[in-house]
């Protein structure tokens, strides 16, 4: 058995306690909802821009290349729907030089204009004990770089080569992310994530030797997938290592970006914090050290977005993969939204 392969089953069998983990409560089951999807999509110009200004004529919204009607649609700015950001150091990911670039591209972003943010915003840090986040949201930025300044975050050598701390790892990541997931669908409105890290500890390209170990990982796909959909939330991932990350490691996820129709093609790359960030509607930014600049961009999808609702075509199975394509009539512009659904999910047993 290969190193690699010895990774991985110690990766499965922490990823089956994923729903009993000690002091974790299971998630809730999916909550029902109408038979429209409904979608919060983005439109730039190919220079990043927002593009606001479209109407329900311009858009054609495609679920596995067939042409569906659009049952409603709206602009939506902050003051239809509330918007609340958290905004994550990862310093279960990142060695502790990054960190502390982290925490300063942060700091910049939190104190600019004065301190005044535009939206409610938390700050949280992932450790080795899990996320750390207070319950209230604020837009005063020069208490939040307090709190943040005050927060101890102790000194954890962590090398990204080391395939055993990899899978330790990537469960700390993987249960931070649901707790996120729980924690934001308590809350109104819509919901922005920034992940700053490198990414989670994922080998490229391995692939899974069990049915039971393609049927869970497949399983919490289509459960994340549905609840980040339902719950109106966005995530981001910001990198910052910048032009230092060597362009193979930077793009690997992109080989991953195909939804997932069935258990059988699943890899443990698309568990990627990079895959559910591009298939939530949000983005991957890398190749850029200015943390701060990478946050902006991230928040300029809350300045204004559409929200799209269509009828959906009639599915065969539970979990039945469609994949998701909307166009606009006008040339130029990039169109972001959830890559796809699942159509009659069946919510995760806890086990």
């Given at each position: 058995m290969t190193v690699q392969r010895i990774v991985f089953t110690l990766f499965i069998a922490l990823l089956l306690c994923l729903h009993t983990a000690p002091g974790q409560q299971p998630l809730p089951a999916v909550p029902p909802t109408s038979h429209d999807i409904r979608l919060d999509v983005f439109v730039d110009t190919k220079s990043g821009q927002p593009v606001t200004k479209l109407t329900r004529q311009n858009f054609t919204v495609l679920d596995n290349k067939n042409p569906r009607p659009i049952t409603s649609f709206k602009v939506m700015t902050p003051a239809d729907e509330p918007v609340s950001v958290i905004v994550l150091v990862d310093a279960v990911n990142s060695p502790f030089q990054l960190v502390t670039r982290s925490r300063d591209g942060i700091d910049k972003f939190l104190k600019a204009n004065e301190g005044q943010l535009a939206y409610p915003t938390a700050v949280a840090v992932l450790t080795d004990q899990g996320i750390e986040m207070g319950n209230s949201f604020f837009t005063d930025g020069n208490a939040l770089s307090d709190a943040l300044d005050h927060h101890a975050i102790g000194l954890r050598q962590i090398t990204r080569n080391s395939q055993w701390s990899g899978s330790e790892r990537l469960r700390i990541s993987l249960n931070?992310?649901?707790?996120?997931?729980?924690?934001?669908?308590?809350?109104?409105?819509?919901?922005?994530?920034?992940?700053?890290?490198?990414?989670?500890?994922?080998?490229?390209?391995?692939?899974?030797?069990?049915?039971?170990?393609?049927?869970?990982?497949?399983?919490?796909?289509?459960?994340?997938?549905?609840?980040?959909?339902?719950?109106?939330?966005t995530l981001y991932n910001v990198n910052p290592i910048g032009v230092a990350e060597s362009l193979d490691r930077a793009d690997y996820y992109e080989a991953f970006l195909k939804g997932i129709s069935k258990p059988n093609q699943v890899k443990i790359a698309n568990l990627g914090l990079q895959v559910f960030a591009v298939h939530s509607g949000g983005l991957a930014l890398e190749s850029n050290s200015d943390v701060t600049a990478m946050i902006q961009t991230c928040l300029a999808d809350a300045q204004s977005w559409y929200r799209i609702a269509f009828d959906p075509l009639a599915a065969d199975k539970p979990n039945e993969y469609h994949h998701i394509e909307i166009k606009v009539d006008q040339p130029g512009f990039v169109v972001r939204t959830s890559d796809g659904y699942y159509a009659n999910p069946v919510a995760v047993t806890p086990r």
């Open positions: 931070a992310f649901q707790e996120l997931i729980r924690f934001a669908s308590s809350l109104p409105g819509r919901k922005i994530v920034i992940w700053v890290s490198p990414g989670w500890p994922i080998i490229p390209g391995l692939g899974v030797d069990s049915l039971r170990e393609e049927q869970e990982i497949f399983d919490e796909i289509v459960d994340v997938s549905t609840r980040l959909r339902q719950i109106d939330l």
